[in-house]
Every structure is written in C-alpha cells, then in structure tokens.
C-alpha cells in the first residue's frame, strides 16, 4: 500500500520516430535546513489511507506482542502513538478523512488479535480474552487519546477540512467549490 510519487520523464518532441526510453530521477532541491525535499517525506514515499490503517494495526500488533512478553503494556502504548504520528506524515493528504477515524479500531483489532495468539489454549479461554481486552485498553487508553488526538492535528495542518468539505459536498450533491 506504498506509493511513491511518479517520476517525470522527457517529453520533448523529438525530429525522429519516438523510441521508448526509460524515465529519468527527478532531482529536488533540499530543504534549507538539509532535510527532507521540499515535496515531501524522504524518497517521497505516501500511504494510502488503508496502508496508514494497516501500518497503525501492524505496529500496534507488533509492539502488543512485545509487550507482553516484556510485561509492559506502556510498549504498546508508545509504538501506537509513533505509528499514528508517522501514518499521519506519511497518508496522501486525500486520504486524511480515513486515517483520521481509524486509529482507535486499528488498536483494537490489534489488541484483539494479540490477547487471542496469548490466551490460545488456556482453559476458560472467551473469559480469558474478555478480561485481557478489558486490562489492554485500560491500560493504553491515554496512549490512545493522544495518538489519535495527534493524529487529528496533523491531518488539520496537511488539509483535514478541505477533504471534509468535499465529502460534504458528495454527500449533499453540491458542486465542489
């Protein structure tokens, strides 16, 4: 679910039959300050929204594992919050509006499937589950607030509220403005 930005290629017209050629790099000026281009993220690599979720639901998997073999839930609540800041960066500014709701069902599919590959074989093992789930998201709940609250004012500062007028607008059968 990566996509990368199209690379340019020459399109001057040529005296002669066209030959296909192979697309040449376009170079971006640096930053200023030596950084990323001034385009985008390093490489230019964008997610789509559903490759934001799935990164978000991958990492918090991950870490929920960890953590548990670790015995610190606040490793999974960390991971969750790097994974949203940086799907955050990372979505096309089109697919902000998915990203932004997503967060919190990523946790919990994640949660869900971790406490699931934990308790496999205890005895008891829909209470076990219920009752890990229930200590899970306690124990995450601020990590949850804040990845998703970071989450929301990222995506307001790369173009949340434009992508929400276009929605209302497709939902309201009004022209885009």
Not at 8 to 19: E, I
Not at 22 to 35: D, H, I, L, N, V
Not at 70 to 98: E, K, N
Not at 148 to 159: D, W, Y
Request: charged share 15%.
């Amino acid at each position: 679910m990566v996509t990368r930005k199209p690379q340019r290629t020459d399109t001057a017209p040529s005296a002669g039959p066209r030959t296909p050629h192979r697309a040449t790099p376009r170079t971006e000026p640096a930053s200023p300050a030596g950084g990323a281009p001034a385009g985008g993220p390093v490489g230019g690599i964008r997610l789509t929204g559903r490759g934001g979720i799935l990164l978000i639901t991958a990492v918090s998997l991950a870490f929920a594992l960890i953590g548990h073999l670790a015995g610190s839930p606040l490793v999974s609540g960390i991971a969750f919050t790097a994974a949203c800041v940086v799907a955050a960066l990372l979505v096309r500014p089109t697919d902000l509006l998915s990203l932004t709701v997503s967060p919190p069902l990523a946790y919990f599919v994640a949660a869900l499937i971790a406490e699931i590959a934990v308790t496999l074989g205890e005895e008891g093992f829909s209470r076990a589950v219920a009752i890990g789930m229930a200590t899970r998201l306690a124990d995450v709940a601020p990590s949850l607030f804040l990845g998703t609250a970071l989450v929301l004012v990222i995506a307001v500062f790369r173009g949340l509220p434009s992508n929400i007028r276009e929605f209302s607008d497709q939902v309201n059968g009004r022209r885009p403005r």
